[in-house]
Structure formats: structure tokens, C-alpha cells
């Protein structure tokens, strides 16, 4: 559940096309408004006029700003469809740079149109075992945008669907306002038994999310390699000339020249990534414009390539971990504990790093990486083990490598967290029944044929002992089975229905 932000969504107009210019030019051609007859100086008549005049409606501040603008819109109804062709047509006509819209002061002309919304998702798994998605609810949400509507919003969503009792856990952001909201629902559910073990494993913060504040804040420093490459794009986007040149010596150094190069936006991690991996396949193109064109001053050394190459390594970590966590046509929450496993052993590596800006960069992100490893790593590490490929062998060797001697207390935290969450829902379904007529008919038939009831009671106590013994030497819960079977191949496509009519 996402609350409060802004979500692109698609419109179409299917009106007229428009002509930005012939319309500012019909308003230049509009006669001057003749004034207004009046027998009296004052402006009571104006006053007056304002009270009844339908447009000053000022029910809608946004509407009513954009009716007071000279914008070329005869309704005074805002249609964003046709605000988005005249914005286009604008950009288009004046050569503003695309960038234009997120300009501080252009956005400050619609921060009085801003609304908040709120998505609410759920995910399940139906009779076949298929992974299910679906938006239950996608709504205005007014203000006040803190925990306690937010909460009551929710549960009255979760309530109207019939779904209270049937939660597992909710995923939100970091924001303040949904630990608030989530304490809340919590205690209601619990209230109302709807959780198992307690609610400890309700609240499930995004890892995506988490995985990018870990990278900003490694980020926050960004080496000289990393500026020299993005001027060096800069420089080569800069006109038509210097882009042909430097596709000369792509082709030059036989180069694939439709892979393209991507210049970052330096909020966005990501692409500072995606960036570093395009300059890095056309390093030798660079190099070779260098030679031949004596403005170019930007480009890295080989010594500076090599240090971007571990820059774009290192990264890599986490861009493929976001790509992962980001699905949503596929179950992820199994796949979570490879990827972060992978990530907190690259960070623990780096921070004993020989270069002093990796080292750096790698302690920063590790302080914020443990922070929240600790709050969720046990529910998505039981995922990991449900999935027949890995198992707990495959939690024991992650641990052994990340913790050392250390290692065992925290599998063992694992494998009692594991049991103890199947046992609760065990003690959730009805036992079958194991009684027959025959069964019933030869014990009354044995209890007969003793008059004392204590030598009765002596044999009873025995059966409670044999049935406990063979239930500890032979009988095992199907958690213990599945655990004990040989793992599938780790590169095996899993099919859930096919293995589940197996068993």
C-alpha cells in the first residue's frame, strides 16, 4: 500500500486537434471589453455582481486559479487532456528544454491541484496455487494524511471486503505516518485473534524501497570518475558535430553504436548506474575521441576506468536485487533472501575495501543496510526456506559466511521462528478424524474385560505412552518431511501445482 504520492495515470481527449498558435491569435483578434454603463461612481453594482457571478465558484481553489489564468481554455472546466496538449504545444513552439515541467516555480503553479491518493494491493495465492495481484481500493484520500485516518481508511477497506481475518502482513514505505497507522491496525487485529504469532511478522517495510535509501546514502559523495563520465556524455550530446564524431570512433573501435549512452539524473541512483555501464562498453571510443579532438577534457583515465569498472560492479548488487524486488507477476518474497544475502556480503567486503572511496561509500550504506536487516530478515528468510531449491542448508551457509562462529545462534533463531509459526497454524485446523466403528467396537470390547478401573486406568496410561513414544520415534509433522527431503536443483523452474499433486 502506497499512500500519499503521485500516480501517473493515462487520459485521452478525444476532441478537436489544437493549434496552439491560432488560438493565442483569436485572442489577440477579440474586440477590447466595452465598460460597463452605470448611473453611479461606486462599485456597489460589482460587488453585488460578485456574489451571483457562477465564475467565482470557489469551491475548487485549483479550478479557480486555472480559470483566472490567460490560458487558452474556452470552458472554465480544467480538461487535462487538453492541459497536456497546450503544455506540450508550448514546450514545442518556445524550445523549452523537456525539463521545463519540473522546474521549482512551474510546480508551484499546481501545488494547490495536488491531491493525495491511496492504492491498496493484494496479493494471493487461489486454489491452484497461481499468485493472484489485485487493486482492492484506489481512492481520494483528503487531509489530514496522518496515522490515524490512514488506519481507519484501511481497516474500513480490509472490513468492507471481508478480508480482516485473513491478513498476513501488510507492506508500506518508511514514512512516519504508516508506522503509526500499522501500530494501530496491528493492535485491532490482534484484538480480534486475526494474526498469527502475535503480529511480529505484520508489518513488512518495501525492500525496494529500503534498498534505495541504502544506496543514496553511499551516494551522497559521488568519486571524480563518475563526474569526468557524465561530462564526457554531456560533451558529446552537446551538438550534432561532436555526436558524429564520437560515432566515427565507435565505429572506429567496432563498436555496437545502437546500445546508446545514458546520462544520469543524480537523484536517481539507478540511472548513475545504467550510466556507468553504457560509457564502460564505449571506454575505447572515448579514448579514441580524445586523440582526435583536442576539446574534448573530460575523459577519465585508464586508471580512472578501471575505478569506474568497480564503481558499476558494485552497483550492479544492488540494481539486480531492485529488478528482483520489483516484479510483480512472479512471487518475490522467496527470492528476497539470495539477493540481500548477496548485498550484505558484498557490503561486508567492501568496507575492508584498499580504496579509501569504496571503503567509505560501503560503511556508509552498511550503517543503514543493519538497521532495518535486523527488523524483517526473519520472516523473508522462512520464505527462502519453503522454497524446495534452498531449505535451511541454504540459510546455514549464508550465516556461516556473514557471521562467522556467530552463525549458529542465528539459524537456530530461524528454525525456532519456522516451527513455531507452523505449529500455530497446525493448532488452526481441525484434526482428522481416526476412529473407525470397528476401532470404537473393539475397544469397548477390551474395556470390558476389566472389571477394576484401576487396573483400566493403568492400560490407558500405557496407550497414551505408546502412542507419545511412536509419535517421537517415527511420526514427524510434514514441516519435518519436507525438510528432510533432498533439495530440487537450484536452477530448476518450479511449477507449485505440479509439486504440490506430487506430494
Given at each position: 500500500?502506497?499512500?500519499?504520492?503521485?500516480?501517473?495515470?493515462?487520459?485521452?481527449?478525444?476532441?478537436?486537434?489544437?493549434?496552439?498558435?491560432?488560438?493565442?491569435?483569436?485572442?489577440?483578434?477579440?474586440?477590447?471589453?466595452?465598460?460597463?454603463?452605470?448611473?453611479?461612481?461606486?462599485?456597489?453594482?460589482?460587488?453585488?455582481?460578485?456574489?451571483?457571478?457562477?465564475?467565482?465558484?470557489?469551491?475548487?481553489?485549483?479550478?479557480?486559479?486555472?480559470?483566472?489564468?490567460?490560458?487558452?481554455?474556452?470552458?472554465?472546466?480544467?480538461?487535462?487532456?487538453?492541459?497536456?496538449?497546450?503544455?506540450?504545444?508550448?514546450?514545442?513552439?518556445?524550445?523549452?528544454?523537456?525539463?521545463?515541467?519540473?522546474?521549482?516555480?512551474?510546480?508551484?503553479?499546481?501545488?494547490?491541484?495536488?491531491?493525495?491518493?491511496?492504492?491498496?494491493?493484494?496479493?494471493?495465492?487461489?486454489?491452484?496455487?497461481?499468485?493472484?495481484?489485485?487493486?482492492?481500493?484506489?481512492?481520494?484520500?483528503?487531509?489530514?494524511?496522518?496515522?490515524?485516518?490512514?488506519?481507519?481508511?484501511?481497516?474500513?477497506?480490509?472490513?468492507?471486503?471481508?478480508?480482516?481475518?485473513?491478513?498476513?502482513?501488510?507492506?508500506?514505505?518508511?514514512?512516519?505516518?504508516?508506522?503509526?497507522?500499522?501500530?494501530?491496525?496491528?493492535?485491532?487485529?490482534?484484538?480480534?485473534?486475526?494474526?498469527?504469532?502475535?503480529?511480529?511478522?505484520?508489518?513488512?517495510?518495501?525492500?525496494?524501497?529500503?534498498?534505495?535509501?541504502?544506496?543514496?546514502?553511499?551516494?551522497?559523495?559521488?568519486?571524480?570518475?563518475?563526474?569526468?563520465?557524465?561530462?564526457?556524455?554531456?560533451?558529446?550530446?552537446?551538438?550534432?558535430?561532436?555526436?558524429?564524431?564520437?560515432?566515427?570512433?565507435?565505429?572506429?573501435?567496432?563498436?555496437?553504436?545502437?546500445?546508446?549512452?545514458?546520462?544520469?539524473?543524480?537523484?536517481?541512483?539507478?540511472?548513475?548506474?545504467?550510466?556507468?555501464?553504457?560509457?564502460?562498453?564505449?571506454?575505447?571510443?572515448?579514448?579514441?575521441?580524445?586523440?582526435?579532438?583536442?576539446?574534448?577534457?573530460?575523459?577519465?583515465?585508464?586508471?580512472?576506468?578501471?575505478?569506474?569498472?568497480?564503481?558499476?560492479?558494485?552497483?550492479?548488487?544492488?540494481?539486480?536485487?531492485?529488478?528482483?524486488?520489483?516484479?510483480?507477476?512472479?512471487?518475490?518474497?522467496?527470492?528476497?533472501?539470495?539477493?540481500?544475502?548477496?548485498?550484505?556480503?558484498?557490503?561486508?567486503?567492501?568496507?575492508?575495501?584498499?580504496?579509501?572511496?569504496?571503503?567509505?561509500?560501503?560503511?556508509?550504506?552498511?550503517?543503514?543496510?543493519?538497521?532495518?536487516?535486523?527488523?524483517?530478515?526473519?520472516?523473508?528468510?522462512?520464505?527462502?526456506?519453503?522454497?524446495?531449491?534452498?531449505?535451511?542448508?541454504?540459510?546455514?551457509?549464508?550465516?556461516?559466511?556473514?557471521?562467522?562462529?556467530?552463525?549458529?545462534?542465528?539459524?537456530?533463531?530461524?528454525?525456532?521462528?519456522?516451527?513455531?509459526?507452523?505449529?500455530?497454524?497446525?493448532?488452526?485446523?481441525?484434526?482428522?478424524?481416526?476412529?473407525?466403528?470397528?476401532?470404537?467396537?473393539?475397544?469397548?470390547?477390551?474395556?470390558?474385560?476389566?472389571?477394576n478401573e484401576g487396573s483400566l486406568s493403568m492400560m490407558q496410561e500405557f496407550d497414551s505412552f505408546h502412542s507419545m513414544d511412536?509419535?517421537?520415534?517415527?511420526?514427524?509433522?510434514?514441516?519435518?518431511l519436507y525438510l528432510d527431503e533432498p533439495r530440487v536443483d537450484r536452477n530448476a523452474k518450479l511449477d507449485m501445482s505440479s509439486?504440490?499433486?506430487?506430494?
Open positions: 500500500m502506497e499512500s500519499d504520492e503521485m500516480i501517473p495515470i493515462e487520459t485521452k481527449y478525444e476532441g478537436e486537434d489544437i493549434d496552439l498558435e491560432d488560438e493565442l491569435d483569436e485572442v489577440a483578434e477579440l474586440p477590447p471589453p466595452k465598460k460597463a454603463k452605470t448611473k453611479s461612481k461606486s462599485t456597489g453594482n460589482l460587488k453585488r455582481h460578485l456574489g451571483v457571478c457562477p465564475r467565482t465558484d470557489t469551491r475548487d481553489v485549483g479550478q479557480l486559479i486555472l480559470g483566472q489564468n490567460a490560458m487558452s481554455v474556452s470552458s472554465p472546466k480544467f480538461d487535462p487532456a487538453k492541459f497536456r496538449e497546450l503544455l506540450c504545444a508550448a514546450i514545442t513552439m518556445h524550445e523549452l528544454p523537456f525539463r521545463f515541467v519540473e522546474y521549482v516555480g512551474i510546480r508551484a503553479i499546481f501545488v494547490t491541484s495536488t491531491d493525495g491518493y491511496m492504492c491498496v494491493t493484494a496479493h494471493f495465492t487461489d486454489a491452484n496455487w497461481v499468485l493472484q495481484k489485485r487493486v482492492l481500493n484506489f481512492c481520494h484520500l483528503p487531509p489530514p494524511h496522518n496515522g490515524v485516518s490512514l488506519f481507519e481508511k484501511v481497516y474500513k477497506l480490509l472490513s468492507m471486503w471481508g478480508i480482516e481475518n485473513k491478513i498476513f502482513c501488510v507492506t508500506l514505505d518508511n514514512a512516519s505516518s504508516n508506522d503509526v497507522s500499522i501500530d494501530m491496525l496491528r493492535t485491532q487485529l490482534i484484538n480480534k485473534k486475526a494474526l498469527v504469532c502475535n503480529g511480529e511478522f505484520f508489518h513488512l517495510r518495501c525492500c525496494a524501497h529500503i534498498l534505495n535509501l541504502v544506496v543514496q546514502d553511499g551516494l551522497k559523495e559521488i568519486d571524480i570518475v563518475v563526474q569526468k563520465i557524465r561530462e564526457s556524455i554531456k560533451y558529446v550530446r552537446g551538438s550534432q558535430w561532436r555526436k558524429k564524431s564520437f560515432y566515427e570512433s565507435v565505429k572506429q573501435m567496432d563498436l555496437d553504436g545502437k546500445k546508446g549512452l545514458r546520462q544520469d539524473v543524480p537523484t536517481r541512483w539507478n540511472s548513475t548506474f545504467l550510466m556507468l555501464q553504457s560509457a564502460l562498453y564505449y571506454r575505447r571510443a572515448f579514448q579514441h575521441l580524445e586523440l582526435t579532438d583536442y576539446n574534448f577534457k573530460h575523459c577519465p583515465t585508464v586508471d580512472e576506468w578501471k575505478k569506474a569498472e568497480k564503481i558499476k560492479k558494485f552497483l550492479a548488487v544492488f540494481y539486480d536485487a531492485t529488478l528482483v524486488f520489483s516484479g510483480a507477476k512472479y512471487p518475490t518474497a522467496n527470492l528476497y533472501f539470495p539477493q540481500v544475502f548477496i548485498v550484505y556480503f558484498t557490503l561486508k567486503k567492501e568496507s575492508d575495501s584498499e580504496d579509501e572511496y569504496m571503503r567509505k561509500m560501503a560503511d556508509q550504506m552498511l550503517v543503514k543496510f543493519e538497521k532495518y536487516w535486523i527488523e524483517f530478515s526473519v520472516v523473508l528468510t522462512i520464505a527462502v526456506v519453503l522454497d524446495p531449491r534452498y531449505k535451511l542448508p541454504f540459510i546455514d551457509w549464508c550465516y556461516q559466511k556473514l557471521y562467522g562462529y556467530a552463525s549458529s545462534l542465528q539459524y537456530l533463531k530461524v528454525r525456532e521462528k519456522l516451527f513455531s509459526m507452523f505449529g500455530e497454524y497446525v493448532s488452526n485446523v481441525p484434526p482428522p478424524s481416526t476412529s473407525s466403528g470397528m476401532a470404537c467396537q473393539a475397544t469397548q470390547e477390551t474395556e470390558e474385560q476389566y472389571a511412536v509419535g517421537r520415534q517415527a511420526q514427524k509433522t510434514q514441516l519435518e509439486f504440490l499433486e506430487r506430494k
